[in-house]
């Protein structure tokens, strides 16, 4: 008889897991039956003893085969992911979706997207900044609106890859969640359940990321693609740089707001350069063109208005009211906005992107605990960026806030995430590599 017991001590002593253990486990995860404290032993003798690529597989397909599979049987063409494995400021969902939905060339896009926790911030949350939107839909109205918009983002489905689920919640608590190999079967059985034929993976490298250095990225990344090649999957994973916060923007309706600038054409130049390579990469894993013609496509929805009509009506389908996304003025304002200032003149050398997502949290941003409630018109926008002259007294960002003990609590973590040098750094390229 098997015991769960035998699978821990297996795993501590450094053997490899075989088929069978890892069907135990995850049958146990998904009805119950094995408890939270003997599931976090084997998460942390796993994050210790590492998983061999073939655990790593079996585990993942078992994942998957936890729940059921999204088909979306009603989705003739392509049907194409994009996942990020998280960062601060990382608003790309809003804009790729709507991008690739507007180039009308037969790509689908059925996103199933987080709430944000800690100092990440959550794709929900953002879009429902917007009055009146709710993203716990059924599955049914999902499919419904991938096949009459060409995309949609909503809440996660909780039949898919459920095992998944409870072991995401008990890596968040035990410490394990940077486990390069629970992270890449964790990413890879939610997208191999939600029905996708291509995935597309933005791999965040540096302090705003469970990634912080290239080795661990680049691990990450090709362990991914060769999950998705034994799957039959065409994945693509791009390395990105998350050293410093996404764009200008951090918190829920400032990083919307950011990114309806980016989808009317005149947005910022790293995230519009971001946001392009992951839909030209998605258009491309659809085979809708070579890589350029498929650059060239995605530029065009943002200069033609047509990736900013595509998200007013999902905003609309969502149940929310289509005006915020052409008049940004209608989103909540904060009762308090402080300015942080330099304390000394000079170059913009660092942005701590974990310091920033800290401070946007305590301003009201974001959450320690699931289901706590969000602050929408809380967050920061940096006046400044990595590489710009400041002189002292000049603002360096704008924050916003409910309370001014919230904006006093943000200022401190904000203050530590600057630091100003006499020497200009050179620009850290936002494409850092592609596998």
Request: some cysteine.
């Amino acid at each position: 008889m098997m015991r769960m017991h035998d699978i821990i001590t297996k795993k501590q002593i450094g053997r490899e897991l075989d088929e069978e253990d890892i069907a135990f486990f995850v049958k146990g995860v998904t009805d119950g039956s094995i408890p939270d404290y003997q599931i976090s032993a084997l998460l942390m003798a796993l994050w210790f003893r590492g998983m061999s690529e073939e655990e790593t597989v079996c585990l993942t397909e078992y994942l998957t085969d936890s729940g059921v599979i999204n088909e979306l049987p009603s989705i003739k063409g392509k049907k194409v992911d994009k996942h990020s494995t998280g960062g601060v400021g990382d608003k790309v969902s809003l804009i790729v979706g709507p991008m690739v939905a507007a180039a009308n060339k037969g790509v689908y896009v059925p996103k199933m997207a987080g709430r944000g926790l800690g100092f990440t911030g959550g794709t929900l949350d953002k879009l429902e900044a917007c009055k009146g939107v709710n993203t716990e839909i059924s599955a049914e109205e999902f499919e419904s609106i991938v096949h009459d918009l060409g995309f949609c983002i909503a809440g996660q489905s909780k039949r898919l890859a459920p095992a998944e689920s409870r072991l995401s919640a008990l890596r968040d608590v035990t410490a394990t969640a940077n486990c390069i190999p629970l992270i890449a079967a964790g990413v890879m059985s939610k997208k191999l359940a939600s029905g996708s034929e291509c995935i597309v993976l933005d791999v965040k490298c540096g302090s705003g990321s469970f990634c912080k250095t290239m080795r661990e990225a680049e691990e990450l990344a090709r362990l991914m693609v060769r999950i998705g090649a034994k799957e039959k999957r065409k994945t693509i994973a791009i390395i990105t740089d998350m050293s410093a916060p996404l764009g200008c923007a951090v918190g829920n309706s400032v990083e919307l707001i950011e990114a309806i600038r980016v989808l009317e054409g005149r947005g910022d130049e790293r995230l519009t350069e971001l946001c392009i390579t992951l839909a030209a990469n998605m258009l491309y894993a659809a085979n809708v063109a070579d890589y350029e013609a498929c650059v060239a496509i995605a530029e065009e929805t943002l200069y033609d208005g047509s990736a900013l009509d595509k998200l007013a009506e999902l905003v609309e389908r969502l149940g929310g009211d289509k005006r915020y996304i052409y008049d940004t003025s209608l989103f909540e304002e904060s009762n308090v906005t402080a300015m942080l200032v330099a304390e000394k003149s000079g170059y913009i050398t660092k942005i701590d992107a974990y310091e920033v997502g800290r401070a946007a949290s305590v301003l009201g941003a974001g959450r320690d605990r699931m289901g706590e409630a969000i602050d929408h018109s809380a967050g920061i926008i940096l006046n400044k960026r990595i590489g710009d002259r400041i002189e002292e007294g000049e603002a360096l960002a704008t924050l916003q806030a409910k309370t001014i003990e919230r904006a006093q609590s943000g200022m401190e973590h904000l203050f530590r995430a600057v630091t100003i040098s006499d020497e200009k750094p050179e620009q850290q390229k936002i494409i850092l590599r592609i596998i």
